[in-house]
């Protein structure tokens, strides 16, 4: 499990004295009891790799905004800072599927749900989510099974 993996890569860091890495971790560490905490009154995730996943795909995406800002408002260091933190971050993030892959999966799951048009959209969503959760970004996803639903 990636949680299992991430404790004992914080106990790692820590005996070898890595402070950027071990800060980044207890991050993440912290991401994920927080979605614990939000999942308690809801319906939590049948597979607990999919819940890490997301918090993780959720912290990449949040640093390669900042990278972004950081590097246009010219904060070079700043900007390397949550470089190092995203390298470590996408080191526990399943591996991403190429385009080709996710759009073969999409096309896979509007056929089982019998999809038909962007009305549908929703159910193949979810499933897209349920199944590739950290595995393809979201955002693409959508425009994927837009795509996949207008012919």
């Known amino acids: 499990m990636i949680r299992d993996d991430i404790k004992a890569a914080t106990i790692a860091s820590m005996k070898a004295g890595d ?10 560490s912290a991401a994920i009891k927080n979605r614990d905490i939000e999942l308690r009154t809801g ?10 996943a997301d918090v993780l795909s959720k912290m990449a995406k949040q640093r390669r905004e900042s990278i972004e800002m950081y590097v246009q408002g010219n904060r070079p260091e700043l900007a390397d800072a949550e470089r190092a933190e995203l390298g470590v971050i996408e080191g526990f993030m399943p591996a991403q599927m190429s385009s080709g892959e996710a759009q073969a999966k999409i096309r896979e799951i509007v056929t089982e749900v019998g999809a038909t ?16 959760a950290g595995q393809i970004d979201m955002g693409t996803a959508g425009a994927m099974v837009k795509v996949a639903l207008a012919g």
């Open 117 to 132: 048009s962007v009305k549908d959209m929703g159910k193949v969503m979810a499933l897209v989510k349920e199944r590739f």
């Open 19 to 28: 402070s950027v890495r071990t800060g980044t971790l207890r991050l993440i």
């Open 43 to 52: 319906t939590p995730p049948a597979d607990d790799d999919v819940l890490v």
